[in-house]
């Protein structure tokens, strides 16, 4: 069994003074560089996923801008792979499988965001297509959402696509459980 770490989505406008600012964005990141640093020193392949968005109208990752940069805390190195997404499945319409394939990745450490989007379609789609997954929750964010004329904190949105993530399509735990354990 081989394992790879994707890394979804840290980019500038997730950020404070970014477009669509996550809640518990810059913890996460700080989360997602320890798995990063722990995955270059044992040799493991790291894949960058960065959403650019394309459908008119968008708000945030506008290709050309700073805001859809991977940010600095995760920066990847020039031998290290970048996907371009422009849809929620980092899967759909990319090279990310053929580059897994390629690798022999039979296991994803997921992280990034958001939880409710990105995070979710992936690592659902990474099931389907038959990798075995850990998601690591506290390098995930995601933002408040709102239900008719419901409020549903960002905290709620996670722990709730988590919680359902947990068991059946991948391995929830924390950045140190699962460090501990490598």
């Known amino acids: 069994m081989k394992e790879a770490l994707l890394l979804i989505d840290i ?8 477009s669509m600012e996550l809640s518990g964005m810059e ?32 708000a ?16 990847p190195l020039p031998e290290e792979t970048v996907i371009e997404k422009n849809f929620p499945n980092s899967f759909f319409k990319t090279e990310l499988l053929p580059c897994l394939k390629e690798e022999n990745v039979t296991n994803l450490v997921i992280c990034g965001a958001m939880s409710h989007m990105c995070i979710d379609t992936t690592v659902r789609a990474a099931k389907e297509l038959g990798f ?51």
């Open 27 to 58: 913890d996460a990141a700080k989360k997602a560089a320890c798995l990063l640093k722990a995955f270059r020193t044992s040799g493991k392949p790291v894949f960058f996923i960065k959403h650019l968005s394309t459908r008119p109208g968008a």
């Open 11 to 18: 980019q500038n406008d997730y950020f404070p003074g970014g």
């Open 132 to 182: 075995t997954s850990i998601l690591i929750a506290d390098a995930c964010a995601t933002r408040d959402l709102k239900f008719e004329n419901e409020k549903v904190p960002a905290h709620t949105v996670h722990a709730a696509f988590m919680a359902a993530l947990d068991g059946m399509f991948a391995n929830v735990m924390t950045a140190e459980k699962y460090l501990s354990q490598t």
């Open 60 to 75: 945030f990752f506008i290709p050309g801008t700073s805001g859809a940069d991977i940010h600095a805390s995760i920066h």
